[in-house]
């Protein structure tokens, strides 16, 4: 006789086939089962629908009772890896205490840990109200997403963000910074407090980026790579030009992974858990520019003459990346803009992302550039000079400054509209919210071409018709402090542009009375 049985459904299939705890018949529709059964006695190969009924019971509770012992052994497997990742949390506390290397064991336990649906839950539970997680921030796709990957790595390290405060009341970072409360306007919070990143996995893959053609650099790269990977047993990328270096100098390094295509280079993020820099701004822009969505952080070592983002020292590297390695590690969030140019009615290019500024000249022409400048479609002004910056407050300290832009601490959300070499005698650099789209269009009727370019480089033709497109990006790049976000920067105006140094007055002299 052949069995109809009823799924949850409602549909008929063969029951004996199921063994997976999630098939069985649900109780709530049990009743409605038993009524398609006797009411449709006329079923393609249904004899006798009381006997079919009572055998779909016995088959209903045999499943139920199955499903009721699954559930209690998945349980009790949730609670032993539990008891297992906190026991291995602790034995990674004790032994980054110690400095020690990270073991292949200790890799694939924390992956496994992550299996389990109820610890992988409470790691969900960190994205809470007191920071958000790495999972929303940097996309985890698993073992398999990047090709070049050595088979041992198999997870991105987790991270939590904190927005830190001396008062223990401000220890949550507050979207709403103003309240109305019985109709009084106060400012209660502020939004970016200083923010700290603690690992909740260690990190496993470190990318090394560095200026070429310097000695110093060079020499230091390969120190620092075998450093990494003898005391620290991280899995190493660096650019494919730095790999040949480095073979070029010994076999050893054959350890070191790089990448084949751009289309690789693109999906770094995937694998890497913090990007270093050796060399100066310029290798921090570059690195930037490798990110075309997340951005690991980064942590600049300063190998350049100014170093205005790169608050770390070259010769205490050891010290600094175990520190860095065990964290907590204090950032600065830097804004990033999102540029399309626009060609004509409909053609769009980009998004070109820029840590620093774009900046829309006249290029060779001999022409004052003509651009008309607009903020979420209202009309701002008409650039007539030699071009116009717009600019992160990062880039604020770099050719904005250069064009009498205000200096800007990074953390301060806002888009800078500075001219360059206006012909006018009140066109004030201005400053803008961090929200609004700027449009910068060059008019059908201008005697010339403009030309944009990103952080300085990838200099891009606008033609009479053409636009730029502005506003800013979802993905911030978090760098690492030595200090803090605050200290950093003034450290920087301080010591990289020599801010307000002036010989103090001497005491003797004239005096009030
Ligand atoms: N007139 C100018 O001041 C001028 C002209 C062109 C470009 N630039 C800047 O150079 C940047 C490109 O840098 P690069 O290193 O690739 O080129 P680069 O080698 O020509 O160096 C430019 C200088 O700008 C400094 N710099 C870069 N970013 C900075 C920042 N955020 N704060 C303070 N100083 C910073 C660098 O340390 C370097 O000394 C551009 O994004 C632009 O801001 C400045
Ligand atoms: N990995 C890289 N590959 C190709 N070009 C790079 C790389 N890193 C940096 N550059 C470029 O090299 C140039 C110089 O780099 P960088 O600014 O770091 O050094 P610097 O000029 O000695 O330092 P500083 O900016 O402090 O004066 C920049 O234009 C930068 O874009």
Aim: hydrophobic share 35%; net charge neutral; glycine share 6%.
């Amino acid at each position: 006789m052949k069995r109809a049985n009823v799924n949850s459904k409602g549909n008929t299939n063969n029951l004996e086939q199921e063994n997976g705890v999630k098939e069985f018949l649900p109780v709530a529709n049990l009743e409605k089962a038993v009524k398609e059964i006797v009411e449709q006695p006329n079923v393609d190969g249904i004899e006798d629908p009381l006997v079919e009924f009572s055998e779909a019971m016995r088959t209903v509770g045999k499943v139920l009772r199955q499903a009721a012992e699954a559930k209690a052994a998945a349980k009790a497997e949730a609670t032993e890896w539990k008891r297992k990742y906190e026991l291995e949390r602790e034995r990674n506390r004790e032994l980054e205490c110690k400095g020690p290397t990270f073991s292949e064991q200790k890799i694939e336990d924390s992956t496994q840990n992550l299996k389990n649906p109820e610890i992988a839950e409470n790691s969900q539970k960190c994205c809470g109200e007191n920071g958000i997680c790495s999972h929303e921030v940097l996309r985890d796709r698993g073992p398999d997403s990047y090709p070049n990957v050595h088979s041992k790595l198999t997870r991105k390290a987790s991270f939590k963000l904190q927005w830190c405060s001396k008062s223990k009341k401000d220890d949550q970072h507050k979207h709403d910074i103003v309240s109305f409360e019985k109709g009084n306007i106060t400012t209660a919070e502020r939004s970016s407090k200083q923010i700290s990143l603690k690992w909740e996995t260690p990190p496993q893959t470190v990318l090394i980026l560095t200026k070429p053609n310097s000695t110093s650099v060079k020499i230091l790269c390969a120190e620092m790579v075998r450093w990494l990977k003898e005391k620290r047993n991280m899995n190493i990328f660096v650019e494919p030009r730095v790999r040949n270096e480095l073979l070029a100098e010994s076999s050893y390094y054959s350890f070191a992974q790089s990448w084949k295509d751009d289309k690789e280079i693109w999906r770094l993020h995937e694998v890497v858990d913090l990007v270093v820099t050796l060399g100066g701004d310029g290798t921090v822009l570059w690195a930037a520019s490798k990110f075309k969505g997340p951005v690991p952080p980064i942590v600049p070592f300063s190998l350049g003459s100014l170093g205005f983002m790169t608050p770390f020292y070259s010769e205490r590297y050891k010290e600094c990346l175990k520190s860095i390695l065990e964290g907590p590690i204090s950032i600065t969030l830097r804004h990033r803009l999102q540029c399309h140019v626009v060609r004509g009615e409909n053609e769009n290019e980009g998004p070109i992302l820029v840590l620093n500024e774009v900046t829309i000249d006249r290029g060779i022409s001999s022409f004052l550039t003509n651009l008309e400048c607009y903020s979420d479609n209202s009309f701002v002004t008409t650039v007539q000079g030699d071009g116009l910056i717009l600019s992160t407050t990062s880039g604020s300290t770099a050719y904005s400054l250069a064009a009498g832009g205000s200096m800007v601490h990074p953390q301060v959300p806002g888009i800078l509209f500075t001219p360059i070499c206006p012909h006018s005698l009140s066109f004030r650099p201005l400053i803008l919210p961090e929200h609004v789209t700027l449009r910068v269009q060059v008019p059908v009727n201008s005697r010339g071409n403009a030309w944009a370019s990103f952080d300085g480089k990838d200099r891009k033709q606008l033609a009479p018709g053409d636009a730029l497109v502005c506003s800013m990006a979802a993905w911030p790049v978090p760098t690492a402090c030595r200090g803090d976000s605050t200290s950093d920067f003034l450290h920087s105006i301080h010591d990289g542009l020599h801010w307000n140094l002036r010989r103090t007055q001497s005491f003797d002299g004239p005096r009030d009375l």
